[in-house]
């Protein structure tokens, strides 16, 4: 039973460009959520998403960032015009529907921006 | 804000020893709990989950709940060189009766076990 999924795995970025963060949840599950982890800093939450619908964009930046979780497909957080501060560990993790939504992480995308 | 808050370390003990890492939280309704483990420059791994007062033991790990107290912890025995590590603690936030997705993690205690 394959785990969540993320790619690419390292991403480097010159400031101004766009990144796109990808990640799909392990088999069975239907809830998403991104979170970001900036150096020494702790882990935060981003976005939730469900198919087609965002739950949570509490956590997400108001300008240029913006998820999706398709019909089909993985879900993508996209950055635009990344600058250096945007240089982090991005975490994708899924959860089965109901209960108490135990969620389990993929391994991650570090975002460079030069 | 929904704070949780984690004795902040570093956590330094023997192989062999009992570690035991701390967590409290600020939501009074919270009703599940989780602790996640992080190797350096890896992702979070869930290592247990908590939802009833008292203990619940899985190995090695015992994570134990006071909801009055708003606190919650984890003992490792038999620590081992492996669990060095960053330990999370993590509270999802709660509203209607049900969790409402996102968690809340504590900074995160670094654990380090010597041989």
């Known amino acids: 039973n394959a785990g969540v999924m993320q790619n690419p795995r390292h991403l480097v970025r010159r400031r101004g460009q766009e990144a796109r963060l990808r990640c799909s949840p392990m088999k069975g599950h239907s809830h998403v959520y991104w979170y970001r982890q900036l150096p020494e800093e702790g882990l935060k939450f981003m976005v939730y998403?469900?198919?087609?619908?965002?739950?949570?964009e509490s956590g997400m930046p108001k300008e240029r960032f913006s998820a999706e979780f398709p019909k089909e497909g993985p879900s993508i957080l996209r950055i635009q015009q990344v600058v250096r501060g945007d240089s982090a560990a991005y975490f994708c993790a899924s959860s089965p529907p109901g209960g108490a939504r135990e969620q389990y992480f993929g391994p991650g995308t570090r975002l460079t921006v030069t | 804000q929904k704070e949780v808050e984690q004795n902040s370390g570093p956590l330094s003990v023997p192989e062999g020893a009992i570690a035991s890492l701390n967590c409290t939280y600020s939501?009074?309704?919270?009703?599940?709990f989780f602790w996640y483990r992080q190797y350096s420059g890896k992702s979070p791994e869930l290592i247990m989950s908590?939802?009833s007062n008292g203990d619940k033991e899985d190995g090695r790990f015992t994570a134990q709940l006071n909801k009055a107290s708003q606190y919650v912890s984890l003992l490792i025995r038999d620590s081992q060189p492996s669990d060095s590590a960053t330990y999370l603690c993590?509270?999802?936030?709660w509203g209607r009766g049900s969790t409402l997705g996102r968690l809340y993690f504590g900074r995160g205690t670094q654990l380090t076990v010597w041989p």
């Open positions: 993590a509270v999802p936030v």
């Open positions: 939501d009074r309704v919270s009703q599940s």
């Open positions: 908590i939802y």
């Open positions: 998403l469900q198919k087609e619908n965002i739950i949570d």
